[in-house]
């Protein structure tokens, strides 16, 4: 086994976050308006990354933002259509849709970006039961996996893909889910997530703009230092971010080279933060230990003065099967 440096070979990841309104889908959206949306390049975390995945994260020269998807139903000639799931929480199902081209011919051949030819994330409108899953596709183009909600409510679904010899395109829709919705918001900063045995505390700052600050994740089993943190993905810490106004959303991996996979790296992730805007931000750290993919949930402030302190209280994670 080959143990990777705590931080210099495998160090410092980009994380640019960028939103946009998040309460529609493509029922109550006019055509020009999804067009228009499309236009504006979302990006997602394929290309730009260069050829092992981990190359610019979309962070220019001097320090501008790079548009991100996942707010539009269809862009860069690609709609995601006939998106289906359970109505009500508590009743198994499944989850299904698909991508189709302009014509409305499916999508089945894709590149493969961080391991996967897609990446579904699912979250609700207030940040709550966030899900980053790999759907299944069949040969007639539909992507699913069975599903089960935990609680009502409406649910941003967002599906990041990268079609055969095309450019990284992050679509997005919402589900309506049936029932009483008791909103669950942060009433301040959040700083340390116990996930099972682990507890993992984020540290830094999460400034608005220019460089950014840079932002480490430690984590601890026991009150010890966990130092068998697994490749995952092709990175050894996989973080979504989202603002939590609008749901914006930015699928990041630390920037380095991709990890063996008998490399293990730990106790520390490093990834360099910027925020386009002031306000709070829902950040999801996937971290894998003993084969087991740990969801660390965060909630930070950018542009706060303070940014030392849990002022929200400690938040409680998942675990699911690698």
């Known amino acids: 086994m080959r143990t990777a440096p705590r931080l210099a070979a495998f160090g410092a990841g980009l994380l640019v976050v960028l ?15 999804v067009e228009a949306w499309g236009e504006r390049a979302p ?12 190359g610019d994260h979309g962070h220019g020269d001097h320090g501008e933002e790079t548009a991100v998807g996942g707010l539009a139903v269809a862009a860069n000639g690609y709609e995601l259509v006939d998106l289906a799931a359970p109505t009500a929480p508590g009743t198994p199902g499944t989850l299904a849709f698909r991508l189709v081209d302009a014509d409305g011919a499916p999508l089945t051949d894709y ?10 994330v699912v979250v609700r409108t207030d940040g709550q039961g966030f899900r980053h899953v ?11 996996l069975p599903w089960t909600w935990d609680t009502a409510g409406s649910y941003r679904v967002i599906a990041d ?41 984020l540290e830094g700052e999460l400034s608005v703009g220019g460089s950014g600050g ?7 089993r026991d009150g010890e230092p966990v130092t068998t943190l697994e490749p ?27 990890p063996a996979p008998d490399d293990r790296a730990g106790p520390d992730i490093a990834f360099h933060a910027s925020a386009p805007t002031s306000g709070r931000y829902l950040l999801y750290l996937d971290v ?16 706060a003065s303070d940014h030392g302190t849990d002022h929200g209280g400690e938040e409680h994670g998942h675990d699911h099967q690698h």
Do not use: I, K
Request: charge should be negative; glycine fraction near 16%; avoid cysteine.
């Open 43 to 54: 990006a997602g975390h394929g290309d730009e990354h260069g050829a092992d995945g981990h």
């Open 288 to 303: 894998v230990v003993d084969g087991q993919v740990h969801t660390a949930p965060f909630v930070l402030d950018a542009g």
């Open 19 to 33: 939103g946009g309104s998040y309460a529609v889908g493509a029922a109550v959206v006019p055509s020009s308006v």
């Open 134 to 144: 790999h759907p299944t596709l069949d040969a007639d183009g539909t992507w699913s």
């Open 214 to 220: 840079e932002l480490v994740a430690h984590v601890e």
């Open 161 to 201: 893909f990268v079609p055969a010899g095309g450019e990284t395109t992050t679509l997005g829709a919402t589900v309506e889910v049936g029932g009483e919705v008791v909103p669950s918001r942060p009433l301040g900063e959040v700083r340390t997530a116990r996930v099972g045995s682990l507890v993992v505390r």
């Open 111 to 120: 590149d493969e970006s961080h391991e996967r030819d897609l990446h579904l």
């Open 232 to 258: 995952y993905l092709g990175a050894f810490g996989h973080l979504v971010a989202l603002r939590q106004s609008d749901l914006g959303y930015l699928h990041v991996h630390p920037e380095g080279d991709a």
